[in-house]
């Protein structure tokens, strides 16, 4: 079974800060990676996705996450943030070769951006 | 890009009635569907796997009598919430996938945009 944890539940911010968003998971087989984020309201939005390849992606909104397999980490970083991406964000996990890429949601990290 | 709506977006209902809410996949053909469940500040919680044509998967606690479930269409999911009480108000959540976006082995899920249910 795959879990995932966002070890910050919220993360506070200035305007134009850089920010670090944390991910970790657990898995017994190899896994893709995501991060989707929601605001108030309203579904989610993919930001970024890791399958293979490059560990370090880049996603929309100029946020990246680097995938480390040995700390088994996906953090969610952006150099400067704006007050519009004060929102909920949500690391999540599919197993490769699990039974229709079913997603595992962390608990989500609400970031609030201060002017 | 792919598209996923849901309708209603807020419903209020009273305790003992039934809810139907619609999960599409409008410009794409979405043989799985999936169903979540978010209460406040929390995550989602899948409820159910939906298939095209056949019954759905139901995650283990989630009531299957109460939580109806009919993908009759490509394109068109339901979850009916019946006999609702306000335990059952919540944020639910579709997303299908496309199959046809297929990229380094994995199918894309796409997000609806949710349903507020809030019974009285």
């Known amino acids: 079974a795959q879990s995932v944890t966002q070890l910050d539940s919220q993360v506070p911010v200035f305007e134009e800060a850089p920010v670090e968003l944390r991910c970790n998971y657990s898995?017994?087989?190899?896994?893709?990676l995501f991060w989707y984020v929601q605001y108030p309201n309203q579904g989610l939005q993919l930001l970024l996705k890791y399958l293979s390849g490059s560990t370090l992606v880049k996603g929309i909104n100029g946020f990246e996450a680097e995938f480390n397999k040995s700390q088994t980490s996906f953090h969610l970083r952006k150099p400067s943030v704006h007050i519009s991406d004060t929102a909920e964000y949500f690391c999540?996990?599919?197993?490769?070769?699990?039974?229709?890429?079913?997603?595992?949601f962390g608990g989500g990290t609400r970031l609030m951006v201060k002017p | 890009g792919a598209v996923v709506s849901q309708h209603p977006s807020r419903v209020i209902c009273k305790s003992g009635t039934s809810v139907k809410i619609e999960c599409r996949s409008l410009?794409?053909?979405?043989?799985?569907m999936f169903w979540y469940r978010q209460f406040p500040k929390q995550s989602l919680m899948l409820m159910a796997t939906?298939?095209?044509?056949?019954?759905?998967?139901?995650e283990q606690g989630v009531e299957k009598d109460k939580f109806l479930i009919n993908h009759a269409s490509l394109t068109l999911s339901t979850l009916t919430v019946t006999s609702a009480h306000p335990e059952d108000s919540s944020f639910y959540i579709c997303s299908a996938r496309d199959l046809s976006a297929l990229a380094g082995g994995y199918n894309e899920q796409f997000f609806g945009p949710g349903t507020r249910l809030t019974v009285l």
């Open positions: 898995s017994s087989v190899s896994v893709y």
């Open positions: 939906s298939n095209e044509g056949s019954k759905a998967t139901y």
């Open positions: 999540a996990v599919s197993e490769i070769r699990g039974a229709g890429n079913m997603l595992t």
């Open positions: 410009d794409f053909q979405a043989t799985t």
